[in-house]
């Protein structure tokens, strides 16, 4: 892939973040998303990549754009798979909290897996315990021998997990265990990729999340030395079938970060709709401009740029979006 793609990728990014933002706490998370997807797609057009949408908003009798198979990018440039979470924390924005981001994974064709849209149960670390622990393990057994490994009490990690009904019996488990514990409402990208930087505290991100963000989660960690481990959760046959339907012959089995992005360069770009573990979230500022914080990485060369930008709203073209918020901050 051309490395200026990676730049090109988080102006999308921070598009999807300036018209998604003014529906922070307003309680409607679908015009939120909706406004996010809009920008995202119209952006996208400007690309030099022959993109298709393999992790997208759904198939396209669900979605009418970024749906998988959607093809994006002006069609000259390198063929790719794209992973998108135009508005990864819908509720999160709804409801005004912390951690929603705009989301892209690049990666050249054929690499990203095509992950069905179910639960995934997963494991993610930073570059400290990449390559040290398995999925397979017990959580307790995998809690100490990753302190073992920090060279830490077992009662100094800090474990993130969503806080989910399904979760309780792991949540005793981790309690029992005597870590500490920080909770998600939701934003499963953000959790999974927080244990990769050392301002957050977090070691190990644990628990089960959506499959889709996972592979976007992997190909974070990735760029940043971490390590992402999944394994799907078909809750009955129609979903076991799905899987192999698309190219998953084992569901049950452990995927490693080559199953789920390969072994070639891949792309990562996210941009902060509301303040977070490391992103700050869109600020409005006077006479009609709005600063943005984003991080664009890319695996091949381990580069992490972390961008602030200042937009001037009126030439962002947002008004070409069709259910997108007045972006100047007013009621939409």
């Not at 996010?36 to 009418?64: K, N």
């Not at 709804?94 to 997963?122: F, Q, R, S, T």
């Not at 977070?276 to 401009?289: A, C, I, S, T, W």
Request: aromatic residues 4%; contains cysteine; hydrophobic residues 45%.
């Amino acid at each position: 892939m051309e490395r200026e793609l990676a730049l090109e990728v988080v102006r999308v990014t921070e598009l999807a973040a300036l018209a998604s933002a003014p529906w922070m706490g307003r309680g409607d998370k679908m015009n939120a998303d909706d406004a996010a997807t809009s920008a995202m797609r119209l952006m996208f057009d400007s690309v030099s990549m022959a993109g298709t949408v393999v992790i997208g908003e759904g198939e396209m009798d669900e979605a009418p754009m970024l749906y998988i198979g959607e093809k994006l990018g002006n069609g000259h440039g390198p063929e790719v798979d794209v992973a998108v979470d135009p508005l990864e924390g819908t509720t999160l924005v709804a409801n005004g909290l912390n951690n929603a981001l705009a989301v892209i994974a690049i990666a050249n064709k054929g690499n990203l897996l095509h992950a069905p849209d179910m639960y995934m149960e997963k494991l993610a670390v930073g570059p400290a315990l990449a390559g040290q622990l398995s999925l397979l393990d017990p959580a307790e057994a995998t809690l100490r021998k990753a302190a073992d490994i920090l060279n830490k009490q077992v009662c100094d990690l800090s474990v993130m997990i969503l806080d989910r009904e399904r979760h309780q019996d792991l949540i005793h488990t981790l309690r029992d265990i005597g870590v500490r514990i920080k909770f998600l409402s939701d934003g499963d990208v953000a959790g999974a990729i927080a244990p990769a930087f050392e301002e957050t505290g977090i070691d190990i991100y644990l628990g089960s999340g959506g499959a889709p963000e996972g592979v976007l989660a992997a190909a974070a960690l990735k760029c940043l030395g971490g390590e992402f481990q999944g394994r799907l959760m078909p809750e009955n046959q129609a979903q076991y079938d799905r899987c192999i339907e698309m190219g998953i012959m084992d569901p049950l089995k452990v995927l490693s970060m080559e199953d789920l992005v390969g072994d070639d360069d891949v792309i990562f770009s996210a941009t902060g709709v509301m303040d977070g573990e490391f992103l700050k979230g869109v600020r409005y500022l006077p006479d009609q401009h709005a600063e943005t914080h984003s991080m664009v990485m890319r695996a091949k060369t381990r580069t992490i740029r972390f961008i602030k930008a200042i937009h001037y709203l009126p030439n962002k073209n947002l008004q070409q979006i069709g259910s997108s918020a007045n972006i100047s901050g007013q009621t939409p």
